[in-house]
């Protein structure tokens, strides 16, 4: 039966849960609020199912990188919608029309990560975009297996981990199912994503969460929360036609201050790898031999990689691993605006294709103090956030500029 040695040794990717044939097997979290397999040792037969699937224990990537693209949606609506380019709505859309069923990451009612399936375009928004926290599995490797013992097609996007579990759990080659992961940067704790949105908001008043919103362009981190009570700015800002007046008042608006106050904590603490999993900081899941066919990521340093692509509502970085993913390119591709590109420059803009983060040198800190005291306080405190007035001014001049850029 599995047993950890090291936290780094788990990714969290549920395989040995969904394998385990007695259900001896459940997914616990632990104290920094990552999931991890407990065993129930009554119920445990010992068919040792579990090493079996695990992907840090039995790594056999099975695709090699073969095509680098950058590209974008041509809908721009479904561009504007996206974390990046809107490839994965692409993809999905492929799949859907075609009879078949797209798994991915979405909110449940209580705003936590967790993985689902969609078969129809109606669902799609909610596996759209980023979400910056660690998705629970749950039983979607047992439920992919059924559609696909069923002929149906399957997309199955997640992150490089559970993409890799996905592949040891279903340990066998099926024609149907294609797989997308990204360049992952590592995924922070579920723990401190619910505590974070119970510290700040009535989470029950949330109606929409959006990690990557794109009002002031793709290249600005912009974390938008909007309430029941906050969406009053939200519609009062959308009444005004003129821009400047639009963005007078989204300034003014007790909404942007505040936004910027939680970017500055979650997204900063995400950003400064404080609350990441442990696992994250030597995955083992990167490079060019991969277990998805299709990585997509932010294209970084699109205006030197491929200035003709540039666009503020987005571009992607796609790379082609597998002759299934080939196949998904070329269904695809006249939906898109694309052009290869070379893959030496797309890992100098982002590292994280090839190599992990460092853990922050105060992240034993933090999870020894996060349940004591404020959230905001804590991880502005150990990351410095002594000039918060001089940098939302900063950010207030910065973001005229490009709006004065963009209009
Ligand atoms: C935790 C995380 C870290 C990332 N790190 C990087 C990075 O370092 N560099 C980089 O270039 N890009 C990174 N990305 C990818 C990037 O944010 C975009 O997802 C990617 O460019 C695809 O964008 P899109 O417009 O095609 O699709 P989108 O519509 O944005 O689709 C996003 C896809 O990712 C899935 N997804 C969303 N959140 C999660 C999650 N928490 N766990 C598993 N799957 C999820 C969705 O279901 C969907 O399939 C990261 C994404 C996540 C979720």
Sequence with gaps: MISLKDKKDCCGCSACYNICPKKAISMQE??????????????????????????????????????VYGCKNKNVEEQKASSSGGIFTSLANYILDNNGIVFGASYNDKWEVIHKFIDKKDDLDSLRRSKYVQSDINNTYKQSKEFLDNNKFVLFCGTPCQIAGLKNFLNKDYTN???????????????????????????????????????????????????????????????????????????????????????????????????????????????????????????????????????SNGVSGLNINSEKGKFLFEKIKSNLFFTIINYEQVIKSNPRFLTSNEPHNKREEFFERYKKENLNKLINSLLGERFLILKIVKATIKKFKKFKYHK
């Design 177 to 311: 199912l294609y797989t997308m992961d990204f360049i992952c940067f590592g995924v922070p704790s579920p723990k401190i994503w619910k505590i974070f949105l119970e510290q700040n908001f009535d989470t029950n008043n949330i109606i929409f969460i959006n990690f990557r919103y794109k009002e002031f362009g793709w290249d600005h981190f912009y974390l938008k929360i909007h309430t029941v009570t906050r969406n009053y700015f939200v519609t009062l800002y959308k009444k005004f036609k003129n821009k400047y007046k639009k963005y007078l008042i989204h300034l003014l608006s007790v909404q942007y201050f505040f936004s910027r106050y939680y970017y500055l904590s979650f997204f900063k603490g995400f950003l400064y790898s404080l609350f990441l999993r442990p696992s994250c900081h030597t995955c083992v899941f990167k490079g060019t031999e991969r277990y998805s066919d299709i990585t997509v990521y932010d294209l970084w340093g699109v205006n030197n990689i491929a200035p003709q692509l540039y666009d």
């Design 30 to 67: 632990d104290i920094e609020g990552f999931l991890y397999p407990i065993i129930d040792n009554n119920k445990c037969v010992k068919c040792n199912l579990c090493i079996k699937v695990c992907p840090i224990l039995n790594n056999k990537k099975e695709t090699k990188l073969s095509e």
